[in-house]
């Protein structure tokens, strides 16, 4: 049978959807259907659930008991119909008159009958993350699960369940994402008659709650999406539904402010002068916060020490956050700090005055991450410490932004406030703190951006997405990777919640050399930021920067709330955002490698309105000599050698004119014809209608619709 509920025990040997231990040490429940009724949907206790401004969403509450123990289930279906999205969550209650242990309660659970079905998840690792995995779904058990007490890169907890040979436009796919942040699970398996169970929730594994009678404990929300326009159809209904009811608060809607961040460009070596350095410059190139990363306080000058000690290092900071922020004002630019507030290293002044406050065991030797340790945040004292510490940092800065860190896995997990017997609770107690502590902040700093980050996107949700409307998406800040990389979000996230930041070639983490169009044009999708030390580019660089921030400004309510569509993933990425009203778009065609002999290129593109007139046009631009190596000897009139002053020096001077594309076309022909792009360079000759599509190369187009 399938069932919308399974239980153990009781004959149904499929992955359950919940597992007590009764008070007589037996594992069986048998929970009837008692009652269902409509009210108004709520959040889980203790955790952030779907929000409905609007007050539109409905719920079905579903009443299920397990005669012998008393316990009661109930099941929520929350139901968005302006987004075609259900959020499905439960809460078990302990109306009996013993304790039981909850040892598994998932947010939901699709039995579906017999049809084929594959599972796609995104994998990860540091500045690897969301890499895209397909796997048939068979009789082996399929399990997308994270068990580092973060969602992790290892595994996000998004997960497609669609017809094998579903596409980016057609087939029946389901999308399925939680609201939570720490460890998570969802299978996938036949049973023995290929009907498919899928559930998925907190991960059950060393996870065991004591529920005292009268107690109650609610799983968090999972969010439901279906389409039968496959994997594009589906992440289109996902991203409005994350627009509108995951992130919230002022910011909810409004154009996110391009920064620059001093990590890439200064790493621990901060200080004032040489901050409002590349301040200045950041100012002149069209930015508007400056962010503060690490390095700012006690004495942190490598990442051995000071966490916890939140506290700004006057050495470095002679005038204090206070007198940084005023004179970055009064440059015409906000102010937005790093902090690690889960954090702490043995080696400063928190530890020592409260050993007792981390996650470690006592009487064992600690396993560090990254030279640190974390906090005990299901201690309530713990994250009452952290909301009024890192509310004395926001006032004293003047914080307009903070970027929300958290770098390490857990290990050796133990809360000492907590007895023995409820250890099994300390990785869901400590996401539980972590919500608090978000909660409170951004309650009391509701103007506030607070962007999410851990390690980049060891943490990429939508828990953490309902306090921090956007999230660092990766510490791999290369244009090609990064490619990838938000091409994998974008299954399930929008691109008003990916950040994504211009930095210096060579790229810091794979030495790769890209142009600046490239990583311009890659960060464009996404909320755009600097990362890197604008104070040595030379002037043509500078100025050819802030003409790209002034085309952002322009475009990115377009790039940042606009419908988003992969029109080509591979070796060739193709991506396109159409504005709401559909009259306005940007595509991208990015070239990972280049092949001889492929000329000839399309835009086609989608979204449009079919009967609307658009000019579709790209941006004139250079091309650097320099690119073509000895073949500038075919036109030098005298000989240049390869690489020597002399070539550098016509370099800096000969600028070739690249191909640009403009027309005025029907939207109709435009998604389904498509616009043949200017000839590639394909090895036998260049005029100014060439395309130079080299490796890593690539174009933005832009569709406005004529009136
Ligand atoms: C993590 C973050 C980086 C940076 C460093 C600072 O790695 O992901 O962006 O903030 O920490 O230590």
């Not at 119909?81 to 008159?97: F, L």
């Not at 589906?234 to 992130?247: D, E, G, L």
């Not at 044009?521 to 003409?547: H, I, Q, R």
């Not at 100014?688 to 190369?697: I, Q």
Request: charged share 25%; aromatic share 12%.
């Amino acid at each position: 049978m399938r069932l919308e509920l399974s239980s153990y025990g009781k004959g149904d040997i499929r992955d359950p959807f919940i597992v007590v231990r009764n008070a007589d040490g037996s594992f069986s429940s048998d929970f009837l259907f008692e009652k269902a009724e409509k009210c108004a949907p709520k959040p889980p206790e203790g955790m952030p659930g779907a929000y409905d401004g609007a007050d539109e969403a409905e719920r079905l509450a579903v009443t299920l008991k397990d005669k012998a123990s008393g316990l009661t289930l109930e099941l929520y279906y929350d139901v968005y119909a302006d987004c075609d999205v259900i959020c499905r969550s439960s809460r078990i209650v302990n109306g009996g008159d013993k304790p039981v242990t909850v040892l598994r309660l998932m947010s939901t659970q699709l039995d579906f009958s017999k049809d084929e079905w594959a599972m796609t998840v995104f994998h990860g690792a540091w500045a690897r993350e969301m890499e895209k995995q397909t796997l048939p779904v068979g009789y082996a058990k399929l399990v997308n699960s994270s068990f580092t007490g973060t969602s992790s890169s290892r595994s996000n907890p998004f997960v497609m369940l669609h017809e094998p040979d579903a596409t980016e436009t057609a087939g029946a796919c389901y999308g399925i994402n939680l609201i939570y942040s720490g460890n998570h699970y969802s299978s996938a398996q036949l049973n023995s008659f290929g009907k498919l169970r899928f559930v998925s929730g907190i991960n059950p594994e060393q996870f065991a709650w004591t529920l005292l009678p009268g107690e109650t404990l609610d799983s968090p929300q999972a969010v439901m999406v279906f389409s039968r326009k496959g994997f594009g159809g589906m992440s289109r209904n996902m991203h409005r539904f994350v627009r509108r009811h995951i992130v919230r608060g002022p910011w909810r809607d409004r154009e996110r402010p391009i920064l620059i961040n001093s990590w890439e460009a200064c790493y621990f070596d901060v200080n004032e002068s040489r901050l409002l350095r590349l301040a200045k410059e950041a100012k002149k190139a069209g930015a508007e916060l400056f962010v503060l990363d690490d390095g700012w306080f006690g004495e942190r000058s490598d990442d051995f020490s000071s966490l916890g000690d939140w506290y700004v290092n006057t050495k470095k900071f002679p005038n204090g956050l206070s007198g940084l922020s005023r004179k970055l004002k009064e440059l015409g630019l906000d102010f937005g700090i790093w902090m690690e507030p889960e954090m702490v290293n043995t080696d400063s002044r928190l530890y020592r005055e409260h050993p007792d406050w981390t996650m470690d065991i006592p009487g064992r030797e600690h396993s560090e991450g990254r030279n640190q340790r974390i906090l005990d945040l299901a201690n309530a004292e713990v994250t009452d410490y952290l909301a009024e510490t890192v509310s004395g940092v926001l006032e004293e800065a003047g914080a307009a932004y903070v970027k929300w860190d958290m770098n390490r896995i857990f290990s050796d997990v133990f809360s000492r406030s907590l007895p023995a017997e409820r250890q099994g609770e300390t990785a869901h107690r400590y996401v539980l703190g972590l919500y608090r502590l978000m909660e409170a902040l951004t309650r009391k700093f509701p103007d506030v951006l607070f962007e999410g980050c851990s390690s980049g996107g060891n943490r990429f949700d939508l828990g953490i997405l309902c306090y921090c409307p956007q999230i660092w998406a990766s510490d791999n800040t290369d244009a090609v990777c990064r490619a990838r990389i938000q091409e994998g979000y974008s299954y399930a996230y929008p691109m008003s919640t990916v950040s994504a930041h211009i930095s210096a070639s060579p790229n810091h983490q794979t030495l790769r050399r890209t142009a600046p169009e490239t990583r311009f044009d890659v960060a464009a999708f996404g909320v755009l930021g600097l990362e890197y030390n604008l104070c040595d580019l030379p002037a043509d660089a500078k100025k050819e920067l802030a003409a790209q921030l002034e085309l952002y400004r322009r475009w990115r309510g377009v790039l940042q709330y606009g419908d988003f569509y992969r029109l080509q993933s591979g070796n060739v990425h193709k991506w396109i955002c159409v504005s709401p009203d559909r009259r306005r778009a940007v595509g991208l065609v990015l070239r990972e490698l280049a092949e001889p002999n492929t000329q000839y290129e399309d835009f086609k593109a989608a979204g449009l309105e079919p009967g609307l007139i658009y000019r579709f046009y790209s941006l004139p631009h250079k091309v650097e000599l320099m690119k073509f190596g000895d073949l500038v000897n075919t036109v030098s009139p005298v000989h240049i050698k390869q690489d020597s002053q002399a070539h550098y020096l016509v370099a800096r001077f000969v600028k070739l004119a690249g191909e640009t594309e403009e027309c005025r076309v029907s939207g109709a022909v435009l998604m389904n014809a498509g616009i043949r792009l200017s000839p590639a360079y394909g090895g036998t000759g260049f005029n100014e209608h060439t395309r130079v599509s080299s490796d890593f190369s690539s174009r933005l187009y832009f569709m406005e619709a004529e009136d």
